[in-house]
Each structure stands twice: as C-alpha cells, then as structure tokens.
C-alpha cells in the first residue's frame, strides 16, 4: 500500500484533485462562499439549459409553422402575383421597345418612299419545317390591311411575299420559295431578270435569276434590287450576286443571288399593303 502512494499514478491523482480544489476555492472566492453550490450546479447544468432552449425554439418554429400555414400560403401567394405582375411588366416594356425600333425601321425607308403603306409591325409565329425555302406565319391578317401577295421586309430588304392571308395571321413565302417570281435588276449593270427558283437554290440558301443576258454586265457582288411592278416597289434591295453561270444556249446567263436578310432566322417584318402603282399592271405576278 505505501508503495502506491509512490507511483505516478497517485501524483496524478493528486494533481487533479489540487487542480478541483483550487477551482472551487477561486469561485467560493470571486462569488462569495455560499453561492459555491449554485455556481458549481451553474456549471454542471449549463449543457442541460442550453439542450433544453434549443428544444423549445424548435418546437415553437414547429407550432407557428402550423398554426400560421394559411397564412403563409397567402403570403407566398401574393408574393407569387407580384413577381408574376414584375415580369409581365418587363416582357410588355420589351414587346414596346421591340415595336418601337420597328417604328423606326420602316419610318427610315418611308422617308425614301412616301407613297409606301404599311401594316402594323409583324412578329413570326410558326415556322413550316417542311418547307425548305424558310416559310412562315405572322401574327397579321386582313384585319390589318394585309393582303394576298403583299411584299414583306425587314429594314435589310425583301423577305418575301404574302401567299396565303386570314383575318389575325399570314403566312409568308420567302424570296427563296420557287411559288414567288420577281422582277429584278442590277444597280451598276442596269442588267433586268426574273427571280425563279427551285429546290436546289432554295437548299443553299440563293435566289436565281434568269433571262439575263450574257452580254448585260452584270457583275459577282453586284446589288441586286426590284425592277418594279404591281406587286413589288421599284428599288428594293434583294441581295448579292455570288455566282454566274452560263446557260447551255450560250445567249444568257443564270445568275446565283445571296439575300441581304436570312430568312431562316428573321422574326420581325414589314408588310407592305400599298404603294404608287400598286395593281396598275399584272408584270412581275408572284402567282
């Protein structure tokens, strides 16, 4: 036994327990002798005190969760009226800067044109996956002053021309579609032709003009523009050329046209429902 009280492990017995008593001593000495116990039990109590706050602001997050759940909803619901009313704010804010910039787009080719009428501004609604030459609808019609084989634009030139017409909408064959012909020119060689194309200069994305002659000038990259009819204005950019290849009679040449507007890829036009001359003559039909 006396040998125990000359091991390590004693001395560390009697270390701890010196440590224990200079601690109580230090808070009998800063809180006062008799409040030893309370601080002592303040000490041991303080993990229990604070499991036991955490318990009781959850369940009372628990209890007002469902005392007020309608409440709640109808907050939340309101809240849901509110975004919804900020973005159909934002979506008409962008739908009238959107108009107003068409405005502007016909009003600049106006002030070239003054005879010229248009119908409100047209956004594309569909799209005809079947179609190869880039047909599609507007969400125009008669009731707006559209009619059969009115022309359509956007600021960069012609699209193409109104082929079928109802009250609210219209769908459009563009200057790709091989239904339209087009009397055209060249703005440097003066050189005239019709727009007539097929399935083949549709799939690369040109237009063709025939009836050109050889000898006409015409020139790769030259301006292609409107010859002017009782369909289509004078004047009225059309494209580019990008290629001309001699036809097998040796007398005139076909000429590939590279459109200044992807048809493809437009979603706002113009329609033109009246211009000077407008039905005077049945010269360049897009029947």
Request: net charge negative; charged share 20%.
């Amino acid at each position: 036994m006396r040998e125990f009280f000359h091991t390590i492990k004693f001395k560390i017995l009697v270390c701890i327990f010196a440590l224990l008593l200079g601690f109580l001593i230090y808070v009998a000495i800063a809180a006062g002798a008799s409040s030893l116990p309370k601080a002592f039990l303040e000490t041991i109590s303080s993990p229990f005190v604070t499991l036991s706050t955490n318990v009781t602001n959850w369940m009372e997050s628990t209890i007002d969760k469902f005392v007020n759940a309608d409440k709640y909803k109808q907050e939340n619901e309101l809240l849901r009226e509110q975004l919804s009313e900020i973005y159909s704010n934002v979506l008409d804010k962008e739908a009238l800067e959107k108009e107003n910039q068409q405005l502007k787009d016909m009003l600049e080719i106006t002030e070239n044109h003054k005879d010229f009428k248009w119908s409100p501004p047209c956004s594309v609604t569909a799209r005809n996956s079947a179609d190869i030459s880039g047909g599609f609808t507007i969400n125009r019609g008669s009731n707006d002053g559209i009619s059969l084989y009115d022309p359509v634009f956007t600021k960069k030139g012609l699209v193409g021309t109104v082929s079928e017409v109802a009250p609210n909408y219209s769908i459009v064959s563009t200057v790709l579609s091989d239904d339209i012909n087009i009397g055209v020119s060249g703005v440097d060689s003066h050189a005239l032709g019709i727009i007539e194309n097929d399935l083949d200069s549709a799939y690369t994305g040109h237009c063709v003009m025939n009836y050109t002659g050889r000898d006409s000038g015409i020139a790769v990259n030259e301006v292609i523009v409107t010859s002017g009819s009782s369909f289509f204005p004078k004047d009225m950019l059309l494209g580019t050329v990008a290629d001309i290849i001699n036809d097998s009679n040796g007398l005139s040449v076909h000429v590939q046209i590279k459109p200044f507007v992807d048809v493809f890829s437009v979603s706002e036009v113009f329609v033109l429902v009246d211009f000077e001359g407008k039905g005077e003559d049945t010269a360049g039909s897009a029947e």
